[in-house]
């Protein structure tokens, strides 16, 4: 147990230092002013490298398989252990000066990216995506040869734990199939029913953000443990004991901002539902990048887009954001909420088509990677394949390859994570209706006790206790099934009329 006891402390040490470089980077995104972004960088790559020379010790081998021969009897424990040599593997294939070179470079360009989307403008960030993209590679290539896989396996396999090329490339496939067509007849649906009542604004900012903190907290998010700020892109990080979200505002959509802070809160909740006892062990943390956008989706897609939640919503924004008791209606927000379109920009899309969005990415980020596209042909690459693939051809890199921040912060892997997100959500809602039917009518209030509740036991208490597909067999009965998804699109928007 001796050597088990002395991973612990290195781990404890690792995950301060890592959630304080989160936190820092938090602030980079959502309150920092652009002229510190080369001090932050510094900041940002000091503490990442002594993150990893916590947990990449030359020690750390030997220390493992003394805690191996002699491994702890509690099962939480054990699975801490395996956890461990996975974070472990991950860290020491990486030298310490990769490192700190990387975060320095992803720092700069996630800056700089916020300059070149604000003024269209993809060849002033060219030269810095070249090097995160050359860094990247450079990462990716040394996990592979340690552990036995692709250099993209090995950059995704960061992200969501035993996911493959092998896996992602035929569900992609099946989606990128199917979905047209189911598209395609939501479309014409759409197009055949009223036209949607105009939302008229402007509506307040100040009051947007008063509403939006409503629903958190009527979600369970605990403001003595997070906070709400404002960022370009809006997101969610911190730790456990000290969670930020951001959103972003439109003084003529207030259901942008609404639906993102509750699409965050989701997030927040299962980082705040996460054991604390384990909070700065590798158990303690999500499984995968994909069971923590489940959770999001499961909040902000299947709960909130219900003509339950939509009714509540109605009445609610109409108060908070001075509109009058009768200027909303369910049905008038169910024609905004649930409108699928082909549209540009991944964030704003809609729930059937954003994994076209997405297979646009995966496709795109394999080969930037592998290094079959150079990073200065990949405007033209994703507008192509927008075309291709969502139907819509972007007319500017704002539009384009710049509208996300992932590329540009290294996070090459990443975006496949959102649509296992999206099939878990459709498994675990289904799931969590059918073992409470009385879910729809808590929404219907504003509730979300039960629907919070049931993610809570079947989730987030369990941390990374066992991976996405262990913990999807356990709450729903089966691993990841593509056929949820679809089955929700269809019922919802083909056999629902309130979606037509």
Known sequence: MAAYRELHQRFDRHYLLRSSADLLEWDAQAMMPEG???????????????????????????????????????????????????????????????????????????????????????????????????????????????????????????????????????????????????????????????????LTGPFAVDRQATLGRHLAGRMGFDFTRGRLDVSEHPFCGGAAEDVRMTTRYDEADFLTSVLGVVHETGHALYEMGLPRAWARQPVGQVPGMGLHESQSLLMEMQAARTPEFLGYLAGVASVHLGLGPDALSREALARHALRVERSLIRVDADEATYPLHIIVRFTLERALISGDLAVKDLPTAFRDAMERVVGRRPGTDREGCLQDVHWPTGAFGYFPSYTI????????????????????????????????????????????????????????????????????????????????
């Not at 067999?473 to 949820?484: P, Q, W, Y």
């Open 36 to 198: 510190s972004g080369d001090l932050r960088a510094a900041q940002l790559g000091t503490l990442r490298l002594l993150a990893h020379e916590a947990i990449a010790a030359p020690d750390m081998a030997a220390c493992l398989a003394a805690a191996d021969a002699s491994p702890p009897e509690d099962p939480w424990e054990r699975a801490n252990l395996v956890a461990m040599r996975r974070a472990w593997v991950h860290a020491a294939a990486v030298p310490a000066d990769l490192v700190e070179a990387r975060t320095r470079a992803t720092s700069s360009c996630e800056l700089a990216w916020r300059t070149a989307r604000r003024e269209d403008d993809f060849a002033s960030l060219l030269p810095q995506l070249e090097e995160v993209v050359n860094l990247t590679r450079q990462v990716g290539q040394a996990k592979a040869s340690v552990m036995g896989l692709s250099v993209y396996d090995a950059l995704a396999d960061e992200y969501e734990p035993g996911v493959r090329e092998a896996m992602l490339t035929p569900l992609f496939a099946r989606l990128e199939r199917e979905l047209p067509p189911i598209v395609d007849a939501i479309v014409e649906a759409q197009a055949r029913a009223p036209k949607a009542p105009v």
């Open 421 to 500: 997100g999206a099939i878990a959500a459709a498994q675990l809602f289904a799931a969590a209706v059918e073992a409470d039917p009385a879910i729809p009518s808590e929404l219907a209030r504003g509730e979300f006790t039960s629907l919070r509740g049931y993610a809570h036991e079947h989730v987030h208490q369990h941390a990374a206790r066992w991976d996405t597909n262990g913990i999807l067999e356990r709450a729903t009965g089966r691993g990841l099934d593509v056929d949820a998804l679809l089955r929700h699109l269809r019922r919802r928007y083909l056999e629902d009329a309130s979606g037509s």
